[in-house]
């Protein structure tokens, strides 16, 4: 009897354990001990980061700042210990799969970059050694101009250092970019040299406006104070000569394209209708003037 | 109707149809009071809401990206629905030489006009910023059916409003002259007014049936216009559910069951509240009852098409979107509109002791209320499965259900088209008493005081 009495209590304590934390996120064993394939090293943490900023900031957060979105459940910081009780398998998994608010990324991320997202995540494990350092931020200004007869954009990069001085900035990739409505699109990267100049050859493929024009703009990485560069109408492209659908005359046009027997029929019914309503409201007025008779 | 002969009986029968027409302008009792102090309370609760949608915006209701029309375009639909049967009844019937429509003509007015102004005024409640209604006229497509479907709004208003107010005028006239019905002086005044000095020689009655002639002949291809251009909003697009060519019939049929089942409603509310039983008589019940019927079956006509056919093929978006009405989450209301509210009112009508006045207004209710969740069931439905990647949204995106904000707003429109129906009894007879004199054989010429003309 005193045993049973002890079993059944053992057996209600249990139970309220499992459900308080039915909460947790608990993935097998033998997914959690699956090893991850892509090393452990700074490119790929570095397009870990760049994924994480894409996909994952929006809800998690900026790493280290504990600014997660105020969902149910909060989505765990990177740096947090929640998150590194997590093995790399788990983690991955996790990503993968997904729970609730949490999305799954399977068929968004491939699964290279899903490993790449872990590689990143382990940067904060303090059971690793960082390789994402944050080094203090360097001042630096850039010279651009664009070749249109080449096609080419030239860069000259300088930085300040310790006494205030500009100097050339060698051996440093600088950014080329498209300008957007929203932002801008990266179209590829050059290093300079020692003369901290770079020259970037845009691709035959990248398409401009009507008239091959786009407005560059030149950019640096993140650990670089900089204004970023804006060199407007850069004619390097090859012109946009793609059929825009709305040139043609189309049932459902807009009103500089209308069909003409649309606006006719239109107008014809409209007209009409109310012509002959107008016609009526004049029978009514000779009925008053009628009565007047 | 056989004549009444002698000028003496003749006088005396008009003479109660007028007073028994006029109780109606002149009873103002308690209930009256209380009715009208009803719908002010509801018309006022709906405008704070409406206020409070327009300061916080539309996000008080429950659309969001994917079902971007909700409730208030189910209004919308319903609303110009019923008011379809404006020019079925005081046009069609009259071309087709059915006198009994004479008698019901008024009352389907009545609920034509209600019902297309509280729909031009809904489709302005949805917008969250009311003010950009003008853009329409600014930035209007012409290859834009939103803006075919207000030109016809806007135009079936104005004939519908013609075609009450012309035959109004020479019962207007007959009441303006008449001092011992006991009509509010300012109600006199205004038949004045709006009598335009008829006197009812030849000519006046000449130009008038000239008139509503043109009217009622106008009023057919508007009147198929307004619901027909309405079904295009939908069929114009290429979503499951609408993308179906014989929406248009579909519309106009199903507006014709809606319409028929309130007017039923309307004639059975004045006969008991006005006692106008010789007025409305169990004929005119039955034949509405015919008329609902045979709509009805029209209307399962279109309904076994629409869903029978595509549900033979079962086309993948199609099909998604017919199971989700068939057993899916829609499934209890879909088939409770089409048994209860279609198949059930068939069966039951087609006997005459249903077309018996109660019984008949009873099954009119069940159907008016189907049809407004048949038009719930063609708006959402098609609208929550977009067939666009749904992703990353939170849940309440992807389904919809209305807010205490919209139903507030709803109940605003239909009360404020009771108070239009209400005010326009409390003014003018709901039966064109001049029609029915002439009806009975009643020359009112004849017995009117001024000197013959003709």
């Not at chain 1, 996790?94 to 590689?119: C, H, L, Y």
């Not at chain 2, 917008?127 to 209604?133: E, K, S």
Request: proline share 5%; with cysteine.
């Amino acid at each position: 009897m005193r045993n049973l009495i002890r079993y059944i209590f053992i057996t209600l304590l249990v139970f309220s354990f499992l459900n308080s934390n039915s909460q947790e996120w608990v993935v097998a064993d033998d997914i959690a001990s699956i090893q991850n394939p892509s090393p452990y090293t700074l490119q790929n943490v570095n397009k870990g980061k760049e994924l994480y900023l894409k996909n994952c900031k929006s809800c998690h957060g900026d790493a280290g700042k504990n600014n997660a979105l105020p969902l149910v459940p909060i989505p765990p910081d990177v740096t947090s210990a929640q998150m590194h009780a997590n093995s790399e398998g788990a983690l991955f998994h996790k990503i993968t799969a997904g729970r609730g608010t949490m999305p799954q990324f399977e068929t968004s991320i491939s699964e290279d970059d899903r490993w790449r997202i872990v590689n990143y995540i382990m940067n904060f494990n303090p059971a690793n050694e960082p390789l994402l350092v944050d080094a203090p931020k360097i001042n630096a200004k850039l010279l651009g101009s664009v070749n249109e007869a080449e096609k080419k954009v030239e860069v000259l990069a300088e930085f300040q250092d310790k006494d205030g001085i500009y100097k050339k900035l060698a051996n440093t990739p600088v950014f080329i970019n498209s300008k957007k409505t929203f932002g801008k699109i990266k179209i590829g990267q050059a290093t300079t040299d020692e003369n901290g100049r770079a020259v970037y050859q845009i691709p035959e493929t990248v398409v401009g406006d009507a008239e091959g024009k786009i407005d560059i703009i030149i950019s640096m990485e993140d650990n670089y104070t900089v204004n970023e560069l804006l060199l407007e109408n850069a004619k390097v492209c090859a012109p946009n000569v793609a059929e825009n659908l709305f040139d043609e005359a189309v049932l459902w046009g807009t009103n500089d394209r209308l069909q003409p027997w649309l606006l006719v029929s239109y107008l014809a019914i409209a007209v009409g209708a109310w012509l002959a309503i107008f016609y009526v409201v004049f029978q009514i007025v000779k009925i008053k003037r009628l009565g007047k008779e | 109707m056989n004549a009444i002969k002698s000028p003496k009986d003749q006088k005396k029968v008009l003479d109660k149809i007028t007073f028994d027409l006029t109780r109606p302008i002149v009873k103002r009792d308690e209930l009256t009071r209380f009715w009208f102090f009803l719908l002010i309370m509801f018309v006022i609760v709906g405008l704070w809401g409406w206020i409070i949608q327009i300061d916080r915006g539309l996000g008080v209701t429950g659309m969001r990206d994917y079902v971007s029309w909700g409730m208030y375009i189910a209004n919308f639909v319903f609303f110009v629905a019923v008011s379809l049967i404006g020019f079925l009844i005081s046009s069609a019937l009259h071309l087709l030489k059915i006198s009994w429509g004479k008698a019901v003509s008024r009352v389907a007015e009545q609920i034509a006009i209600a019902a297309v102004a509280l729909a031009g005024v809904i489709i302005v409640m949805d917008m969250g910023r009311p003010d950009r209604f003008l853009n329409i006229f600014f930035h209007g497509r012409f290859a834009s059916p939103i803006i075919w479907d207000v030109s016809v709004v806007v135009t079936y208003l104005t004939i519908s409003v013609l075609l009450f107010y012309l035959p109004l005028i020479p019962d207007l006239a007959m009441l303006r002259d008449k001092e011992d019905l006991g009509i509010p002086k300012w109600k006199r005044r205004l038949y004045k007014t709006l009598s335009l000095g008829w006197k009812g020689n030849a000519a006046q009655f000449k130009t008038l049936y000239h008139a509503m002639r043109v009217l009622m002949l106008l009023i057919i291809p508007v009147g198929l216009s307004i619901h027909t251009v309405t079904s295009w909003l939908f069929a114009s697009t290429l979503r499951s559910g609408w993308d179906t060519t014989i929406l248009g019939p579909y519309f106009v049929a199903g507006a014709f069951v809606a319409g028929a089942s309130a007017v039923i409603i309307l004639m059975y509310v004045y006969r008991l509240r006005y006692g106008l039983k010789e007025y409305f008589k169990d004929y005119h019940f039955d034949q509405m009852g015919k008329l609902l019927v045979f709509v009805c079956l029209v209307y399962l006509y279109f309904n076994i098409n629409e869903f029978l056919v595509p549900g033979y093929k079962m086309k993948t978006a199609e099909g998604i979107h017919l199971i989700e009405l068939f057993k899916g989450g829609y499934s209890s209301m879909f088939w409770l509109v089409q048994v209860v509210g279609l198949v059930l009112p068939i069966v039951l009508i087609v006997f005459k002791f249903f077309r018996k006045p109660l019984p008949l207004t009873i099954i009119s209710a069940v159907v008016l209320v189907a049809a407004w969740f048949k038009r719930y069931l063609i708006v959402i439905p098609t609208l929550e499965h977009p067939f666009l990647p749904v992703q990353n949204v939170p849940e309440h995106f992807q389904h919809y259900a209305p807010t205490s904000i919209e139903i507030t707003i709803t109940l605003f429109a239909f009360v404020a088209a009771l108070a239009i129906i209400s005010i326009l009894a409390k003014l003018f007879p709901v039966i064109a008493i001049w029609e029915l004199a002439e009806e009975k054989g009643i020359d009112i010429n004849q017995l009117t005081e001024e000197p013959k003309i003709n």
